[in-house]
């Protein structure tokens, strides 16, 4: 069992950045991929970002590319997601989650656990 818990969201301006922590409890948090997920009302929940559990290779979607950067500390049993040059489009409530194993990265179905999310809001 893993419990996840969001913060570091909040409003702000476009071109603006925005550092989101996921901090795991439980046992085992360093053997989990942890992806970013995203959702905005009425819309399905949309993957960004993950990190593997050895290696930490990463993945993004191709939105992401260059603006922002997921990384772990398994040591704070926390995942991070650096958000830049922000655009009024990254406006959604961001989840991180847990999988112990993916085959799909991008389906929110292959994860296991999930945080109850952040609000991030961009202004124009």
């Known amino acids: 069992q893993v419990q996840l818990v969001e913060s570091g969201g909040g409003l702000v301006q476009a071109g603006d950045s925005l550092r989101l922590s996921c901090v795991a409890s439980?046992?085992?948090?360093?053997?989990?991929?942890i992806g970013w997920f995203r959702q905005v009302p009425g819309k399905e929940r949309e993957f960004v970002a993950i990190?593997?559990?050895?290696?930490?290779?990463?993945y993004y979607a191709d939105f992401v590319l260059g603006r922002f950067t997921i990384s772990r500390d398994n040591a704070k049993n926390t995942v991070y997601l650096q958000m830049n040059s922000l655009k009024p489009d990254d406006t959604a409530v961001y989840y991180c989650?847990?999988?112990?194993?993916?085959?799909?990265?991008?389906?929110?179905?292959?994860?296991?656990?999930w945080g109850q999310g952040t609000q991030v809001t961009v202004s124009s």
């Open positions: 990190i593997s559990s050895i290696g930490g290779s990463t």
């Open positions: 989650a847990a999988a112990a194993a993916v085959a799909t990265i991008e389906s929110a179905t292959e994860y296991d656990y």
């Open positions: 439980g046992r085992s948090f360093s053997t989990y991929n």
